[in-house]
């Protein structure tokens, strides 16, 4: 079955660059998401991906993706503290119905 | 235009008891969806509807489990008799055609004592 694989992360500094990574398996994923859950909210859509982009930039958010290592990346420059939340990126079910499939997220922790 | 909203935010509850989660989709939004993220875990599909109608219910993991959508509006996931192991997050999520991106709510924690 399919299986989302996400990089650990270590904190980071206010202003610093971070970036995520995350392993995806269906090479057939049109669509490749980024959800963000700061602490006791929901998740919220961060931002998205189509399959036949490399990369997507929207303001201090950049997306990489590597469709032939099946791999996507966000950046986030300069990082603020409400910037501290888990990360998870997500993949359509596409062998069956238009589920996702979440990676096991990673926790940013910006400090000040 | 409000978002997903579900309810309740909280839920505490002993084992053996029974606990409903509501959700209100998006209006207009047709696809319904159940998530949950239990522990330490990914957050896992439950199901998925399209108006009223099951689309998808794969992820839902035993018969304790029953979700309804009558009318195709708000939608409830019923825990009955619930189990220690169903503690966790329970997100739905709506969007407005097969393919369109969604929109989760707020979730609701549930602990099962």
């Known amino acids: 079955g399919e299986d989302v694989e996400q990089s650990l992360f270590p904190s980071v500094r206010e202003g610093d660059s971070s970036v995520i990574n995350c392993t995806y398996t269906?090479?057939?994923?049109?669509?490749l998401y980024w959800y963000k859950q700061e602490p006791g909210a929901g998740l919220q859509l961060l931002t998205y991906?189509?399959?036949?982009?490399d990369m997507k930039q929207d303001q201090r958010l950049t997306v990489l993706l590597n469709k032939k290592d099946k791999h996507l990346s966000l950046r986030i420059a300069d990082t603020q503290t409400g910037d501290s939340a888990i990360y998870f990126c997500?993949?359509?079910?596409?062998?069956?119905?238009?589920?996702?499939?979440f990676g096991k997220g990673t926790t940013l922790s910006v400090s000040s | 235009e409000a978002g997903v909203t579900q309810f309740p935010s909280h839920s505490v509850i002993e084992k053996g008891q029974t606990v409903t989660l509501r959700c209100d989709p998006i209006?207009?939004?047709?696809?319904l969806y159940w998530y949950r993220r239990v522990m330490g875990k990914e957050i896992k599909f439950l199901l998925h509807?399209?108006?009223?109608?099951?689309?998808?219910e794969s992820g839902m993991p035993n018969n304790r489990f029953l979700a309804e959508r009558t009318g195709g509006t708000y939608s409830t996931l019923k825990v009955q008799p619930a189990e220690l192991e169903d503690s966790g997050v329970y997100f739905c999520?709506?969007?407005?055609?097969?393919?369109?991106?969604?929109?989760f709510g707020p979730g609701t924690r549930l602990l099962v004592l």
């Open positions: 999520a709506s969007s407005g055609g097969r393919l369109g991106t969604q929109y």
């Open positions: 269906d090479s057939s994923s049109t669509y």
């Open positions: 991906i189509f399959s036949n982009m």
């Open positions: 997500a993949e359509p079910n596409n062998q069956a119905g238009t589920a996702l499939i």
């Open positions: 209006s207009g939004h047709d696809n």
């Open positions: 509807f399209v108006k009223e109608s099951k689309q998808d």
